[in-house]
């Protein structure tokens, strides 16, 4: 093998291969992988049942790349953010948002994001490359440990809705879940896990044929195509009535309820009419609505509803038998928007481009 590669890269069949390359046993690479994603070692020497002789063997092949934390911010709320560096210095983010039933990490899955959605600060960031499995992974370790470090509880939920599209990073993604959901790893459940996605309708039909496990969530944030657009370009090439068709084949195949997330706009997208056509979009996909508080980013051309609004919208859904959540704006005196913490960081990326 040509200079040290990534040894988190490798499948468990690449790893015995490996092994036997070198005159080892194919149980080595489980012992391996237990250390990697069930310990989260960072050297091969703190490998202790592994014979003296292979750890420098390891050491010359591999190299076990970690991430580290560049910022991070306490709100007064209690959520917690953070600007994760990664091994070649470029920078994502990732939150920790504590509730009275949950504790929930947020992470990314690209650097930067394509897709320009204007309410986004991820938007002002070029996508610069996809995320690695394990460094998906870090980020839920990270989180996870700071839910110790600040609550001394046990991480709950993770939700694929930092920076970038998780669709478009669609196999690492979905090896990241692997790893993180396996009995060699995190051992979470499927089902508290939820990918968000802003609507790319090939691949939700591909997550229907693969019959994931994982929630799925879609940032919808407007239910006419004309208001939608507007704000999400990616709209233009997957209309809300390919969406519909490509989740509803996504919940017949998985048998899960879609969740709705709306982003709700000071007179954009708050009144009652708009509330209707969301009710009316709720008929045609079996789904829940999340309807969130805007936190505004710099030079941006919207800002938070007021309150009363916000209130008004949810009770009409809900008259109308919608299951509807409002989650509160939380962050609000850190940089709580999405690409904010990168943004400041912006240097970091493009000097590690």
Known sequence: MQGKQNIRSLSTEQLQAYFEEIGQPKFRANQVEQWLWQKQAKSFDDMTNLPLEIRPRLEQDFVVNALTIAEEQLSNDGTVKCAFKLHDGKVVEGVLIPAKDRMTACISSQVGCSLTCKFCATGKLKRMRNLEPDEIFDQVVAIKEMAQKYYNKPLTNIVYMGMGEPLLNYKNVLTS???????IGLGMASKRITVSTAGIDKMIRKLAEDKVKFRLALSLHAANDEKRSHIMPINEQNSLDTLAEALDEFHRNTKNRVTFEYIIFKDFNDTIHDAQELVNYCKRVP??????EYNPIDDGEFQQADPEKVDAFAAHLERHGVVVNIRRSRGKDIDAAWGQLAN?????????A
């Open 177 to 183: 879940i692997a790893r993180i959901t396996d009995d």
């Open 287 to 292: 789904a829940r609505v999340n309807i969130i």
């Open 344 to 352: 400041k960081n912006k240097l970091a990326n493009e000097a590690a």
